[in-house]
């Protein structure tokens, strides 16, 4: 008989297929073949053979039955493989489970059951339970001989137990697989160190990569998001007999999970039935003060400060070990104390040091019969103690927990934390007294409150406020009504989401405000023009300080401004990070409206990647040298991109994903930008990177995941598909823009370039079709030199790739490309990306506002857009 050649191929592939059936029990006389599964009674698990990603190999695993995208939580024979589909999951005749090929009768695992059956009568049955626990049950007695859950693999599953079994020795710990495509034991591991105090920790290898610290009755010292009470329900135990921590899920339908993946980073994911797909609300490390003992001994790292600052600071009472390395912004010798012999005299104390993750408790002793008072006279009678804190948290503190050794891995959060009482010299005690917040001495300090004095102060405080109001009413009574209107809302602004259960639009703005006439004096009336953007012209100036500045006054025409400025407000006042620029006031006066930003002595980015205007005046600077120069029109793009050498791209690359990780994940607010582009990042004097323009971000709720609007703004060239089409946006919108940056920062192109004299073509579409076909490293800007590393430059380009991928599921976060780029793991890799949205009679480089239109190449496929959909 003949067939037609598209009938026999499927054919033949069903035919080598092994039939797939389900069983609910595995005994001695119904094994699991390969092509058969064992299914949970409520069928959200199944467990069977399979394939992970691009690999051939056979492994036994469960996985999600409920979910459509296969996700795989525990793996049997990770080590030891099946190369083809011959394999069967049966119980041997000593009641063990055990994986076998028809190629081998020695099984390549098994559960290794130390207690065997005693007689023929007697048996066991293997059942997948609905919480994904692979069970083994003696019937005899109803007794689990062995189960799944105490062997993890990279997934914490409810009600999975994570810790250390006294009596057994059992120890309980996620490790991270290989890669995507081998479930092996990876390098990285998460589990609780009983050392001193217990406390759970990320290992990469042997080093200690990220630590959560001690539980303090309520959470992980380290991890001040570990509070929703609404979805999870948190077990610690710590006894004679075991250690570990548990959570259940208090809503069955809800799945959620946590996994260690191969780079080293814990992710929680919940699966969204709308989407379908996993949705990840938690993550770590975070940031550079999540890295185990950044900042050396007796120090504290602190990521919310000033982005000029150095993280790293001092303990009270304790000064930079090494000056030198402390200004190069290497803390990683740590501090010490200032005056070495003077903490265990006469008048010591201690300062009470607030909203920290507690240091690392391997060197700590805990005794929970101890009040607070008892705790710090037992810690000042010991010279041998350093610090004390509660050792549970609940009820006002209660048991103490105390530091007998050099105080490692502490971090400063902005809102969340404990507290941390510091032992310090009767000098230090003395300095601190006059703040009485933060300070416990040796002796208490007796207040007598005058009660005339204090009425005096409130009278003075009143009639400060009453003046104050005044001014106010007096100034605002000149200005038109739409500026009135525009600062309520920039104060009072109630349209953002809740966070954290706060109305975010209740809290009053905390930014100065200048007056007209102090910034025409520090502008000289405006006539140092530094550039101008789409609402408005930016303008350098010097506060009566010295302090240099740039001001961004809002075009008076411009209708659409105003609320881009409110926006702006309502926002960058709020966020502090090294990567974003910082903004120092505003001005609103009459018709005029303006911003104040630190100045930026670098301009942006665009002007060294794609090359400078004539008449530039910059100044670079690094560690070894102080250059300037002008740039006069005889300079070429060429000469002014050789600025720029490798090493400096790539530390531009890191901070602007830092800065958009912060935006995204760190900050108190879920950030999106809209608008990351070449011209939107500002270079300071040491050519560090700053987002900056925030006049197109939105905030999105904790849980949100993307939003719909029918004003579609960004620019040309940066938007991904989904916006710019169907005007959907949420962070995988913020990644696709950072992916078309970091393939411009390496090639010195602008993305809407083309190529080979195809109109259609562009830098994402041309970088594609190189990395196709391994050519990937001709797009390198020329002007770079010899100074770029090859598999650097090329990890560069693959993470590029993935963040401009088709589909948003696809395209990485940025903790997890922060990760990628910052270490050596393997990356998955790149489908074909979405290659442009390109502006027809248009300037490429100008901003898309409203009903524009336009033509989107996606994957070589022409929609010519009116308006978004």
Known sequence: MNFPNGFLYPLLLFIQLPFCSSISAITSAHPVADGGVLVSQGETFALGFFSPRNSRRRYVGVWYNKVSEQTVVWVANRDDPLNDTSG?????????????????????????????LTNNSDSVVAHLLDTGNLVLIRQSTQEIVWQGFDYPTQTMMPFMKLGLDRKTGLNRFLTSWRSPDDPGFGSCTYRIDPTGTPQLFLYKGSARG??????????????????????????????????????????????????????????????????????????APKDRCDDYGRCGAYSYCDPNGNSDEFECKCLPGFEPKSPQDWYLRDGSKGCTRKRADSVCGSGEGFVKFERVKVPDTSVARVNMSMS??????????????????????????????TWHGDLVDTKLYASEGQDLYIRVDSIELAKTRKSSNGIKGTKRTIVIVAGPIVLVGLLLVIF?????????????????????????????????????????????????FFNLRDIKCATNNFSDKLGEGGFGEVYKGHLSNGQEIAVKRLLKCSSQGVEEFKNEVLLIARLQHRNLVKVLGCCIDGDETMLIYEYMPNKSLNSFIF?????????????????????????????????????????????IARGILYLHQDSRLKIIHRD????????????????????????????QTQANTNRVVGTFGYMSPEYALDGLFSMKSDVFSFGVLLLEIISGKKNLTSYNDDPLSNLIKHTWDLWSEDRALEIVDFSIGNSWQELEVLRCVQVGLLCVQGDPVDRPTMSTIVVMLSNEVTLPSPKQPAFVVKQTNKDPNSNLMGSTSSTCFKNEMTITMIAPR
């Open 676 to 703: 990351l582009k070449a011209s939107n990042i500002l270079l300071d004097g040491d050519m560090n990177p700053k987002i900056s323009d925030f006049g197109l971000a939105r905030i999105f709720g904790r849980n």
């Open 372 to 401: 607070g008072e008892a705790c710090e006279e037992e810690c000042l009678r010991n010279c041998t103690c350093m610090a004390y804190t509660s050792a549970d948290v609940r009820r006002g503190g209660r048991g103490c927990l």
């Open 88 to 116: 069967v999951l049966s119980i041997n005749g000593a009641g063990n489970l055990i994986i076998q090929g028809n190629a081998s009768s020695t099984p390549v695992w098994s559960t290794n059951i130390s207690a065997p």
């Open 464 to 512: 400060y406020l009453c003046k104050r109001h005044s001014k106010i009413r007096g100034h605002w009574g000149k200005q038109s009504r739409s500026k009135m209107l525009l600062f309520n809302l920039a104060t009072t602004h109630k349209d953002y989401p809740e966070e954290d259960g706060h109305d975010v639009g209740e809290r009053n703005v905390d930014l100065p």
């Open 611 to 655: 090359g400078m205007t004539p008449f530039t005046f910059v100044v670079l600077s690094f560690k070894e040298t102080l250059i300037d120069m002008q740039l006069f029109n005889f300079m070429t793009d060429d000469i002014r991109k050789a600025l720029l050498d490798w090493k400096k791209r790539y530390e531009i690359i890191i901070g």
């Open 210 to 283: 990220w630590r959560a610290g001690p539980w303090n009755g309520v959470r992980w010292s380290g991890v001040p998001e570990m509070t929703n009470k609404y979805i999870f329900n948190l077990t610690y135990v710590e006894d004679r007999d075991e250690i570990y921590v548990m959570y259940g899920i208090l809503n069955a339908s809800i799945f959620s999970r946590m996994v260690l993946d191969e780079s080293g980073s814990v992710q929680r994911f919940t699966w969204h039935e709308t989407d379908r797909r996993w949705v990840e609300f938690w993550s």
